[in-house]
Structures are given as structure tokens and as C-alpha cells.
T-cell receptor
Framework: GENVEQHPSTLSVQEGDSAVIKCTYS??????FPWYKQELGKGPQLIID?????GEKKDQRIAVTLNKTAKHFSLHITETQPEDSAVYFC????????????FGTGTRLLVSP | EAQVTQNPRYLITVTGKKLTVTCSQN?????MSWYRQDPGLGLRQIYY???????DKGDVPEGYKVSRKEKRNFPLILESPSPNQTSLYFC?????????FGPGTRLTVL
């Protein structure tokens, strides 16, 4: 089955810096890659996703890139703000409807003022 | 407000005492799922349901049961909880690409 690895496990940056979180997946049939943000005491929430027919997607300060050949995808956050501090999870899916998600182990991002 | 609700939010229990964590969604979603979150292991799927009366095992189903008698409800049942089931549990629902998660239930089994 699918296996998703995520790095780093923790990431500390200064406000205004960029942050990059990387994930690799094992199943070449996976074709949907969402990123979820989990704030303290809350459930994860979708922030951006990408499908395998696209190499890059951007939404304001966040972007995701996908390299299908290397089977890795990354989350990029520019101009980080303290409210970006949270745990971020990548995931991959190869199921019809993309509902069967396999998650990475999470990255705790701390943005210091 | 569209949401997934879970109850209880916090629970401390003892080994072997049956418990149920309820999950309800008001978005008429067909797909519902349970995950557990443990440090260093991320989110792992316990069980999922594609629709009423249709349930299937996820990646870590041992020690858990579920039922889906109604579209909106998907309870998680621990018949005989053990300390290794101490974890943070999330219910989720989906009708398309986005998975909506509940607020979580922190379970401690002594």
C-alpha cells in the first residue's frame, strides 16, 4: 500500500521567512495530494491540494509543487506569519474519488515574531 | 453551520470498560471515516464508510468497531479498551476532494 514520508518533523522560522515542507510517496498510482493544517486543539483543515496532471499550484502565500517522476511534493509558505504556526500534514490518494487518504507524519511549524 | 461533531471531547476510562465515541455530520456526506493521531505517526485510518450500511477496515482497525445505520452518524466503538488505544481520535466526512474533520476526542485508557 501507499506510504508517505514527511520532513522535517519540526521547523522554526522567523516571521517573514519562507518555510518548505517536503513529502515523498511510494505508490506511483497516487494522483491526489492535499495538505492539511491543524491548529492547536482543532481538527485538520484542507489548505491546498494538487492533482497529478498539474506540477504547481499557488494560493496567495502558499504553493504546492509536485514531481511525479521523483514521487515527491512540497508545501511552500512565503512571508510567514505567527498565525501560520501549526502542524501541517501532507497526504496522498490513489482511490476513486480521492477519499482514501494516507497521511504523512506531520510537521510542526513555529513562526517566531 | 456545516460541521462534524464528536462527543465526548475528552474521556478517561479504564481497561476493559466498553465505550462509544459519537460522530455526526450535517453536510449529507456519503463518506465518513475515523482516524487516530499519535505522536510521530501522523493520522492513521481506523475504519471508513462509503455509505449507509457500508463499512470497511482502514489501516489500524484492531480493537475497534463501527456502524453506519444513518447517513449522518458514524460511531466508533471500543468493546474492551486497552492502554495502547490511548490516542487522539478524529472523525471526518467527505463528498468530494475535501475531507472535513471533527474537533477530536482525546481518549486515555488507564
Amino acid at each position: 500500500g501507499e506510504n508517505v514520508e514527511q520532513h522535517p518533523s519540526t521547523l522554526s522560522v522567523q516571521e517573514g521567512d519562507s518555510a518548505v515542507i517536503k513529502c515523498t510517496y511510494s505508490d506511483s498510482a497516487s494522483n491526489y495530494f492535499p495538505w492539511y493544517k491543524q491548529e492547536l486543539g482543532k481538527g485538520p483543515q484542507l489548505i491546498i491540494d494538487i492533482r497529478s496532471n498539474v506540477g504547481e499550484k499557488k494560493d496567495q502565500r502558499i504553493a504546492v509543487t509536485l514531481n511525479k517522476t521523483a514521487k515527491h511534493f512540497s508545501l511552500h509558505i512565503t512571508e510567514t506569519q505567527p498565525e501560520d504556526s501549526a502542524v501541517y500534514f501532507c497526504a496522498a490518494s490513489n482511490s476513486p474519488g480521492f477519499q482514501k487518504l494516507v497521511f504523512g507524519t506531520g510537521t510542526r511549524l513555529l513562526v517566531s515574531p | 453551520e456545516a460541521q462534524v461533531t464528536q462527543n465526548p471531547r475528552y474521556l478517561i476510562t479504564v481497561t476493559g470498560k466498553k465505550l462509544t465515541v459519537t460522530c455526526s455530520q450535517n453536510m449529507n456526506h456519503e463518506y465518513m471515516s475515523w482516524y487516530r493521531q499519535d505522536p510521530g505517526l501522523g493520522l492513521r485510518q481506523i475504519y471508513y464508510s462509503m455509505n449507509v450500511e457500508v463499512t470497511d477496515k482502514g489501516d489500524v482497525p484492531e480493537g475497534y468497531k463501527v456502524s453506519r445505520k444513518e447517513k449522518r452518524n458514524f460511531p466508533l466503538i471500543l468493546e474492551s479498551p486497552s492502554p495502547n488505544q490511548t490516542s487522539l481520535y478524529f472523525c471526518a466526512s467527505s463528498q468530494g476532494l475535501e475531507m472535513f474533520f471533527g474537533p477530536g476526542t482525546r481518549l486515555t485508557v488507564l
